[in-house]
């Protein structure tokens, strides 16, 4: 069994956008953000957004979801370019997201790319299990959970606007 958890350290909430599912067919990370707690219940946390150039198109079905076409990371930096803020905001926190294999699934892909070792989390809590363990709700996605939780989302679908509801669900839950 697990020790207890420490909710006063370092929390990195976490969701990317991509260009489609799979890391495994070439998929890739177009927006990444990140809700770095110094605990829980921080009141002024790091907030970290940023577009991402995949170097490949997006697929106009991806567009669909997020918003973020090829015009919008035309001239971003790459992941490559980022791979260092990421891994500073990541180091020495709980990892966080709401579908926590599908993030972290990503970020470890994108890291491979570059021959880097992804950072090792303290651990890692998928809101979305914790949600499905906790309620009988239909569906336990992060915006039918953010109606049931009357949590404040707007701009579902973009990064942080989902990292930021995923901190406030993990809060509450």
Not at 106 to 119: D, K, S
Not at 135 to 142: E, I, Q
């Amino acid at each position: 069994m697990s020790p207890p958890m420490d909710w006063r350290q370092p929390i990195a909430v976490v969701d990317l956008e991509t260009t489609g599912l799979k890391p495994a067919n070439g998929e890739r990370v177009i927006e990444v953000a990140i809700v770095r707690l110094d605990g829980l219940h921080d009141a002024h946390p790091v907030r970290y957004s940023r577009l991402v150039n995949p170097g490949r198109p997006i697929p106009a079905s991806s567009t669909r979801i997020h918003g973020i076409d090829d015009t919008m990371v035309m001239g971003e930096p790459t992941f490559a370019e980022v791979a260092d803020d990421i891994s500073q905001l990541l180091d020495g926190a709980v990892f966080v997201a709401h579908n926590a294999p599908f993030d972290r699934g990503f970020l470890e892909a994108e890291y491979r790319r570059l021959g880097q070792t992804p950072p090792e989390p303290t651990a890692v809590i998928d809101t979305l299990k914790v949600a499905r363990t906790l309620f009988a709700f239909p569906s336990c996605a992060l915006g039918s959970l953010a109606t049931r939780m009357q949590l404040n989302l707007i701009d579902h679908h973009r990064a942080l606007a989902d990292a930021d509801a995923t901190a406030d669900a993990l809060r509450r839950m």
